[in-house]
């Protein structure tokens, strides 16, 4: 995982409190009640802090775009049924090749990324049930050994609390990597366009 120095640096973090029940905002840190007034949602609290993550998936994009055509390509020509050398990146699982752009769309600058989300909660402290849970999006566009390293690791958000997230805070965090994802982006001349697997 990155270090929240970076993240403090390079992406602003929005930090707000919500209600793990409800899903509401809630005022304050203490003795906080959700803006429905609910004094049993005050003991639930998350607190979320949404990291801009389109800004890092870009950097993460722009650096590895020669690795990412690499491994479309080789996936391609193993699609195609040519037998590729060892030790090159097959990802020649089914999901990604579905997910991969044609040739053609290839050949006009239009690539597909796949990304996948990973959430592991880590206690914070030992004795208090405390815990943080990053919200990381990973490239498997990238080769295998590339794709878990800290650099290409991109934070969407970080959820801290004292019992799970429940979906309904998940769901925040999904509804804005699902409305990029709705979207697209354009680098370098590319049209890019993304699938989402959790
Ligand atoms: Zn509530």
Not at 19 to 40: D, H, L, P
Not at 47 to 59: P, R
Not at 67 to 85: F, K, P, Q, Y
Request: aromatic letters at 8%; proline letters at 2%; glycine letters at 6%.
């Amino acid at each position: 995982m990155k270090d929240i120095a970076y993240l403090e640096e390079v992406n602003q973090f929005e930090v707000c409190e919500y209600c793990n029940s409800c899903g509401r905002r809630t005022r304050a840190k203490e003795g906080a009640k959700c803006s429905q007034g609910n004094v049993a949602c005050s003991e639930r609290i998350i607190t979320l802090a949404t990291c801009k993550f389109s800004q890092q998936l870009k950097e993460i994009i722009h650096d590895g775009m020669d690795e990412i055509e690499e491994v479309h390509i080789a996936t391609r020509r193993n699609m195609d049924g040519e037998t590729l050398s060892r030790g090159q990146d097959l990802h020649d699982f089914a999901h990604f090749q579905n997910c991969i752009e044609s040739k053609a769309d290839y050949e006009s600058k239009k690539i597909h990324i796949s990304l996948s989300l990973c959430m592991d909660a880590f206690p914070l402290f030992k004795k208090t049930n405390y815990s943080i849970t990053p919200v990381q999006i990973h490239i498997r566009d990238l080769k295998a050994h590339n794709r878990s390293l800290k650099r290409n690791n991109v934070i969407a958000a970080l959820i801290g609390g004292s019992e799970k997230p429940s979906e309904v805070i998940i769901d925040k965090i999904l509804s804005k990597i699902r409305s990029f994802i709705a979207i697209g982006m354009r680098m370098d001349g590319w049209e890019y366009r993304f699938t989402l697997s959790t």
